[in-house]
C-alpha cells in the first residue's frame, strides 16, 4: 500500500546507495502523479534501478488522486522544467510517461542533450480524437519512433505503437499488490450492506466519464430484471446523488482499499463496462487485477485495456462482449447469475492468470528496456 512504515525511509535511502554504488547515477523518471496502486510499483523499480521522480501534476487519469509522498527519491515540477532536469548530466537515462502536453517532448529534448537514452512510457492503444490529441499526433509519433526504447502497459499498446515505427519495445505488465488484494477480506459485511442479495454484481469506478460505461451498465441491469432480494448491483466509487434511484442499484460512494476488497470478496462478478469516446479509451482498469485476486469473476468489454491486452480471457477467466452492447452485457450477467460453476470456474482462473501480474514482472520490462540502451548513446 501506499504509506510508508518506520525505517523505511532509512531503507529507501540504502537501496539508492547501493543503485547509486552499481550504476552511478540515478534514472530520472518524469510523470504526472503517483496513485496510491502505483507506490508499490515505484519503490520496487526504486529498489532494482534506482530513480528520482519528476512529478508535474495535472490531469488525472485515476479515480484517487496522487499521494503526497510515492516513498522513492521526488520532485514537484512545471512541465517545462522537465527540459532542463533531463539535460542536467545528472541522470544515467530518462524515462517519460505519455502523460502531459508539454512533458514529454520537453524530457525528449533534453535527454538528447544530455546525450542520454530516453524510454517512452505509454498505456494509449488507440487514437483520442480531442482536437489536442489530433493536433499531437506528428510529434507523438515522431518520439514513438525516435525513443530509444518503449514501455508499455501490454501486448495491446505494445501493437499500437509497433504501427507507428515504435522499436525496442517492452511489455510492463500492469500490477497491483497482490497480496494485500489477496488477504482476508469481511464479505459477509459486504454483503450485508448491500441487503444480502441472493446475487451481487459489483462495479468499481467513477461516475464520470462517459468512457467508463455507467450508463450502458444500467441499461443492462435494468434488461436482466434481477431486483433485491434476488440481485443487487453495487456502485463502489459511485456517490448516491450522482444517479437517480434505481431499482436493485445501491450506489455505496467511494470506499478505502479495505471495503473495497470486501466487495470484491462479496461480488458474483466485477462488471468493467467501459466504451470508447472520441476522449477516452480505458488503457487497462487496475480494478480487475485487484477483484481477481479475490476470486471474483469479470465480465468487461473488448474496449477495456485488461482484456484487450490479455487478462480477461473470454471463457477462461471472465466474460468479453461487444463494448456499448447493453444487450450483450445483459446476456452475460444472466449467464452468470444462472451458473455458480462457471462463476467458480472462472473465478479460480482468474486468481492463477493475476498472480504473475506483479510489481516484479513490471520492473522487469522497465529493466530490460534500460538494459538494452546505452548510457552514452548520442542523439538521434
Known amino acids: 500500500m501506499g504509506g510508508l512504515r518506520p525505517g523505511d525511509r532509512r531503507r529507501l535511502r540504502g ?12 534514472v530520472l523518471f518524469v510523470t504526472n502523479h503517483v496513485p496510491p496502486d ?3 510499483a515505484f519503490r520496487a523499480l526504486h529498489a532494482a534501478e534506482g530513480i528520482e521522480l519528476a512529478l508535474f501534476g495535472g490531469r488525472l487519469h485515476h479515480a484517487t488522486a496522487g499521494v503526497e509522498d510515492p516513498g522513492v527519491p521526488f520532485r514537484r515540477i512545471r512541465q517545462r522544467e522537465a527540459h532542463a532536469l533531463a539535460a ?76 507507428h515505427g ?19 477480506a469481511d464479505p459477509a459485511g459486504a454483503r450485508a450492506r448491500a441487503g444480502d442479495p441472493r446475487f451481487l454484481a459489483l462495479y468499481a469506478g467513477r461516475a464520470t466519464p462517459a468512457g467508463k460505461g455507467l450508463d450502458v ?25 450522482e444517479l437517480p434511484p434505481t431499482p436493485g442499484v445501491l450506489a455505496v460512494g467511494r470506499l478505502d482499499a479495505a471495503q473495497l476488497r470486501n466487495f470484491y470478496a462479496a461480488a458474483d462478478v466485477l462488471v468493467v463496462p467501459s466504451i470508447p469516446t472520441g476522449d477516452f479509451l480505458e488503457p487497462w482498469a487496475l480494478v480487475v487485477n485487484e477483484a481477481m485476486n479475490q476470486l471474483t469473476p469479470i465480465i468487461a468489454t473488448d474496449a477495456v485495456g485488461a482484456a484487450a491486452g490479455g487478462l480477461v480471457r473470454d471463457g477462461r477467466n471472465g466474460l468479453v462482449v461487444p463494448a456499448g452492447d447493453a444487450a450483450a452485457l445483459a446476456s452475460a450477467i444472466e449467464r452468470l447469475h444462472a451458473r455458480a460453476d462457471l462463476r467458480a ?17 513490471w520492473v522487469q520490462g522497465f529493466s530490460q528496456a534500460l538494459a538494452t540502451v546505452s548510457a552514452d548513446r548520442g542523439a538521434c
Open 166 to 184: 515504435a522499436r525496442n519495445v517492452f511489455v510492463a505488465p500492469q500490477a497491483v499488490d497482490n497480496a494485500f488484494w489477496a488477504a482476508s
Open 217 to 241: 451498465l444500467l441499461e443492462a441491469w435494468r434488461r436482466t430484471g434481477l431486483a433485491a432480494p434476488e440481485g443487487t448491483l453495487v456502485l463502489a466509487g459511485v456517490e448516491p446523488d
Open 345 to 361: 470456474r472462472l473465478a479460480r482462473e482468474g486468481a492463477d492468470d493475476v498472480a504473475t501480474y506483479d510489481y516484479s514482472a
Open 15 to 26: 537501496d539508492a546507495a547501493r543503485v547509486s554504488g552499481r550504476a552511478d547515477k540515478p
Open 38 to 40: 502505483r507506490v508499490g
Open 88 to 163: 542536467s548530466g545528472r541522470h544515467r537515462a530518462v524515462i517519460a510517461s505519455s502523460a502531459g502536453r508539454i512533458a514529454v517532448p520537453a524530457t525528449f529534448a533534453g535527454a538528447r542533450r544530455a546525450r542520454i537514452p530516453f524510454v517512452y512510457w505509454t498505456g494509449i492503444w488507440g487514437q483520442i480524437r480531442t482536437p489536442a490529441h489530433l493536433a499531437a499526433i506528428p510529434l507523438t509519433r515522431a518520439v514513438e519512433r525516435r525513443a530509444d526504447a518503449v514501455v508499455t502497459y501490454g501486448p495491446h499498446v505494445s501493437a499500437h505503437v509497433a504501427g
